[in-house]
């Protein structure tokens, strides 16, 4: 049997999900190869807040909103052995977020 694709992605992670999801909604043909089985061991903790439009542009914020994750308006770090917390809030982040949160 012979497959003909426009595209060929490596890997499911975000990018790759993205992309294909992206490519396939403007009529691309789109192969996604993934060598992991889904749902994988990851780490991870929260999103950060340049997540957000790629979210929306996907269609998936509103959906993921609706779960009921916890939001998440900025981050504290602590650095080394400097004593002092340093403070971020997400609406005062450069990127060009919608929303002043993200989902932990
Ligand atoms: C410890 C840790 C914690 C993190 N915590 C956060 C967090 O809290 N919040 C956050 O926003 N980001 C976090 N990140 C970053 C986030 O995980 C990455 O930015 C994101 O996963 C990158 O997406 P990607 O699609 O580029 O790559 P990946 O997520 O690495 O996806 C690549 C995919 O390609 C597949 N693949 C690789 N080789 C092949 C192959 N030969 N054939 C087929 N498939 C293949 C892999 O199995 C994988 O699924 C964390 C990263 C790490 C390492």
Redesign the pocket.
Known sequence: MENRFDVIV???????SMISTLLQRKGWEVAL????QFP?Y???????PG?VPILQKLGVFKDIERVGFQKKYGITFVWGDQPNPWHVRWDETPSEITKNYTFV
Do not use: N, T
Request: with cysteine.
């Open positions: 490596i890997g499911g992670g975000p990018a790759g190869f993934e060598k992991e994988r990851h780490i991870g903790e929260s999103l950060v997540c």
